[in-house]
């Protein structure tokens, strides 16, 4: 029973190292990179020409993956952190749910905006369901956000975890979106509560 148990954890620290691997081969700054890649392959999010915000950016992965794989994207980036530059990205320092940061992005794009996709996780404080609960806070901010600036045929990923708040993001998203699913990517760490919500298509 116990070495079972310990091959297991073995085994998910061997399958976490292949993404870390992988990320430095590639040139990527995280190993979050391959959650969207994995579900960009599944629900087609991005394409060449898109005009994207990546919320909670740092250290950059998300938006180095858009940059290298879809020709002429604009990109707008915004974190709380200090981000290494990327070239021909527009990026912000600052936190999101600050109303001159949200007009910033706006006023960055003339018109409206093929995808919003945030990653946003607070620092953790240890104690899982507060985690939870203000990454959820987050999560309804960044939707509510999307809502107001992305266009018809738009579409909105975010990270979410199961708890609380769960059931209010679908009902929020289902509300305001044709199209709602829920995904765990394969890169995502299976003791994680993370999972990702793809939006597509305004109602
Ligand atoms: C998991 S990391 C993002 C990783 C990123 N997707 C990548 O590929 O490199 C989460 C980020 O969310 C940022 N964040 C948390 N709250 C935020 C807020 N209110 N405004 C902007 N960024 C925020 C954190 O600073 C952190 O860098």
């Not at 992965?61 to 940059?67: D, E, I, L, T």
Request: proline share 1%; charged share 30%.
């Amino acid at each position: 029973m116990k070495k079972n148990k310990f091959s297991k954890k073995w085994i998910i620290k061997q399958k976490r190292d292949i993404y870390v691997k992988q990320s430095k081969i590639e040139g990527y700054r995280s190993r979050a990179v391959y959650k969207l890649k994995e579900i960009n392959e599944k629900y087609k999010i991005l394409k060449n020409g898109i005009k994207l915000v990546d919320l909670g950016a740092a250290p950059g992965s998300w938006s180095q993956f858009v940059k290298k794989n879809f020709k002429n994207s604009k990109i707008v980036s915004i974190d709380l952190k200090e981000m290494e530059k990327i070239n021909d990205i527009h990026q912000i320092v600052g936190d999101f749910s600050d109303l001159n940061q949200k007009k910033k992005i706006i006023d960055y794009f003339s018109g409206k905006i093929d995808a919003v996709i945030s990653d946003m996780a607070v620092n953790t404080t240890g104690n899982k369901s507060v985690d939870s609960i203000v990454t959820g806070e987050l999560s309804i901010e960044a939707l509510i956000f999307a809502t107001d600036t992305l266009k018809k045929e738009g579409c909105f990923v975010s990270k979410i975890f199961m708890g609380q708040s769960f059931n209010e993001i679908i009902t929020i998203a289902k509300k305001n979106f044709k199209q709602v699913n829920v995904f765990k990517p394969p890169a995502s760490r299976k003791d994680s509560k993370e999972s990702f919500i793809i939006c597509k298509n305004l109602r």
